[in-house]
């Protein structure tokens, strides 16, 4: 993966009042966010493997944060969009409050590349000052420049 994470998000991609009361209505909202996407090949190939993937285990980071994920051969660069609720929803058995969404699709030849993403955002999301940048910012353009100053602080 070359380049930030803001480089993977355009505002057309954040959405920041998700309306699912329920995981798969939010991991319906966010797919929808990547619909029509040149770099997903196959939309409906892509939204059945993130779907599988949710039911193999939690995505919850903790902290309030969920990473929903597929690595699959229907993307052929990876894509990131980002949702949130104000009010959160319990995203798994262990009843873990989530307010905010990174969805990220990879291509399954690229499991580097997945991995760089997934631990960047880890450290972009680590200091609770940060996550409440990105829970505060109130339009997808203020979401994207709070994440960008986080990169810039942190050397990203």
């Avoid at 966010?33 to 090949?41: K, R, S």
Wanted: proline share 6%; charged share 20%; aromatic share 4%.
């Amino acid at each position: 993966m070359a380049g930030r994470i803001s480089s993977l998000l355009q505002p057309a991609r954040i959405a920041l009042q998700l309306r699912g009361t329920d995981r798969p209505a939010v991991l319906e909202e966010l797919a929808q966010l990547v619909a029509g996407h040149p770099d997903i090949t196959d939309f409906a190939g892509f939204h059945t493997a993130l779907l599988a993937r949710d039911q193999l285990d939690t995505t919850c980071l903790g902290n309030g944060i969920a990473l929903p994920h597929a690595r699959t051969s229907h993307v052929k660069r990876i894509v990131l969009a980002v949702g949130r609720r104000d009010q959160g929803l319990p995203f798994d058995a262990s009843g873990e409050i989530v307010r905010l969404w990174f969805m990220l699709c990879t291509p399954k030849s690229q499991p580097g590349d997945y991995l760089a993403v997934v631990s960047t955002l880890c450290k972009l999301l680590r200091a609770p000052a940060d996550r409440a940048a990105l829970l505060d910012a109130p339009t997808p353009e203020a979401f994207l420049a709070a994440l960008v100053a986080i990169e810039t602080r942190l050397g990203l």
